[in-house]
Each structure stands twice: as structure tokens, then as C-alpha cells.
């Protein structure tokens, strides 16, 4: 009997401990949760943020980009360079020829547009398409709000007017639509980069649900930073054509613009401000590419903090950041690498075996800021 009442006594405490743990763990969690449903001590009701009528109004970067065919090119955006110039970015298959003019859109006369001298610098070139800078110039002192390639169709393509504004965004970081945008990944993206001071994201995709896209933006004023959602209409994604409409967009209104895929981080060597290193630089620079292998992916961690070991890359890649110090709409010179401060590690999935390098903990040092963040935590308990 005696034995018996010990072996009792031994799993009533076993059972005792568990649901201690058990407590701890859900308590932890429920105190996450009512730090991200608190705002300023406010709460915040994320039903009413889905199911709202409405969506913040956010900064405007002007017309929204949009594939437009135009006879055999097509126009993805078109921005105003000079008073008397715009730039549009075109892709168009190596066999088909050029546009032979471009046609101006004034407010004086929305009937009738005006033919402009028309001139053609490549961007890229591939097996399937190429990429040009499609560049108007006109000589009227006016102000075109449109421009068009096509004399047959004289489809309008909204100019961007890329005006200076006295308090600039720090950084303004543009996500392409490219496999890695999911929720999970943007959300832990935006939530990263809003700790080390990123204050401006630009997402291109048309893959993310309307309830996704619409709780950021309702949220991003609160999280204190600005984000735009803009549709990419072509089957086949263009990074050049990406990167310049980014860096155009941005050029007066940003100090530093870069295109980041969602499963890259800009992380500083020393410190938390990624700026630090950034203030003597002009023109553009090159952040050098360390590669991080995805195993596992468990839902309570950051994809990011999950594994600390670099793998061998043998093509050295870097990231190339624009700076936004001057007027001129053309890229700067590039300015060399700045290893010693700055670090882009990507995380990829790895389906063999690749040779570990070292350790590398530097992104540990955000890690309780990072899994208490709100988006991180809303996107754990599924409400994005």
C-alpha cells in the first residue's frame, strides 16, 4: 500500500509539473498577444481592421505601376526626369522593332496629343525579352501628364512626378514578386527591418490575399512606417525593370532605396542602426550576400533566427544600394563594398548537404524585439 500512495504521489506531481509548464507556456503566449492587441495602451481590434470599409491613405509615390501593351512593346511605368524629359520602362520581344514616336498628354488639349522626339537606352538584355529606357523630350514649357508609343491605340500611360518633400523616408526598401512572398515571409520581412529603422517598403506582387494586404496597411501607421501594395500584371518577372521603377519612384522623396526579396536581411555588424554605416556614401555601393540554409521552419521562431551557419557561396553575390543625394536620375558610380559594417544574409532552402563556413550570431541580438514584434506575432496566432 505504502508503495502504492509513493507511485501516486509521484505521477500526481509529474502531472502537477506538466500543467505548471503548460500554464507558463500559454501565459507567455496570451502576454504576447495583449502587448501586440495594445497600442499606446489602446486596444486594437483586428476583426474591425478586416472587415473595415476602408484603408489608410498612405504616402503617395504617384500612379500606380501597371503592364500596358502597346503594338509590340510594353510600358510598365513612366516617370518625369526633367522638365522637359521623361523616362518609361519597356520590355518587347528581340524580334519585334521599336516604337517610332512618343506622344504627349497635356492638360490644354486631352483630345489630342502632342509627338515628342523619342530615343531608346537598353537596360537588359535575355533570351526572351529586352529592357530599354524608352526617353521623351518635348520642347514645350508645359508639363505632360501622360505619354503614349502607339499611334493606333494611344494608350495613356500616367507619368510619375517624382516631387521633393522636406522630411524624407531614411530607407524605402522594395520587395519584388518573386517566390519567397508569402505571409509568413513578409510579415517577418517588415518586422525585422522596422526594428533596425527601415521606415518605407514598396511590395510588387499579385499573389497576397486582400485581407493580408489590407491589415498592414492599417496596422503600418501604428507600427510607424509607410507601405504601398502595387499589382505586377506580366507573367515573367523583371528585377531591372523592378529596381529602376523603385529607384525612380523614390529618387527625391528617400534617402536610400534598395530592392530586398523578403527572405533577405540588412543586418549591422556592430550595433542596431543599419545608417550608421551609410552617411558618407554617395551615388550607390554593394552590400556583400551571405548565404543561410532553411531546413526547418518552426512557427514560434523567426525563419531568420533559426539557423546561425553560413554555406559556401562560390558566386560572391552583393546587393546594390542606391543613395539619393543629389538630383540626377541617373546610378551613381558604384562606391565598392562596405563588409565591415553591413551584412545581407539570405536564408534559401538547401536540398543537399552544403559545406558549413562559421557561425555567424549577428541577427541574434534582435531576437526578443523580433518575437515580440507585432506582425510577428499576429501573423503566429493567424490573423493575417
Known sequence: MRKYHQLLLIII???????????????????????VFNFFGQPCNFSELITSGNILNHHDWGPDPVWTQEDSV????????????????????????????CYLWFDDNEWKPKVGKLRYQNL???????????????????????????????????IVQNNDISNKFKMTMCVPPTKFLTKRFLSEFLSYHNLVGVDSFIVYSNALPHKT?????NLSRQLNFNISFYSYNFPQYFEEIVVEDCRL??????????????????????GKDIFIALKSKTGMFKLPILKFCI??????????????????????LVKVVNVHNNDNNVPGNESGLISSNNNIQRYVFCLDALA???????????????????????NLHNFL
Request: with cysteine; hydrophobic share 35%.
Open 249 to 270: 519612384r523614390t529618387l527625391k522623396q528617400s534617402n536610400y532605396s534598395v530592392l530586398m526579396e523578403v527572405n533577405e536581411y540588412m543586418t549591422p555588424r556592430s
Open 295 to 316: 531546413n526547418e521552419q518552426i512557427s514560434t521562431k523567426p525563419i531568420s533566427l533559426q539557423n546561425i551557419y553560413l554555406v559556401r557561396d562560390v558566386e560572391k
Open 213 to 217: 494586404v489590407k491589415l498592414i496597411n
Open 13 to 35: 506531481s509529474v502531472f502537477s509539473l506538466t500543467l505548471l509548464l503548460v500554464y507558463r507556456h500559454e501565459y507567455n503566449r496570451l502576454r504576447y498577444v495583449l502587448e
Open 74 to 101: 510594353f510600358v510598365f511605368s513612366s516617370h518625369l526626369t526633367s522638365q522637359q524629359q521623361l523616362q518609361s520602362l519597356v520590355v518587347k520581344s528581340p524580334k519585334s522593332g521599336h516604337a517610332k514616336n
Open 124 to 158: 537588359f538584355t535575355n533570351n526572351s525579352y529586352e529592357g530599354y529606357y524608352y526617353i521623351c523630350e518635348w520642347t514645350e514649357a508645359a508639363t505632360p501628364y501622360a505619354v503614349s508609343y502607339s499611334k493606333k491605340q494611344l494608350v495613356k500611360n500616367i
Open 356 to 378: 558549413k563556413v562559421y557561425a555567424d550570431d549577428t541577427i541574434l541580438k534582435f531576437s526578443d524585439d523580433f518575437i515580440k514584434s507585432t506582425l510577428f506575432q499576429i
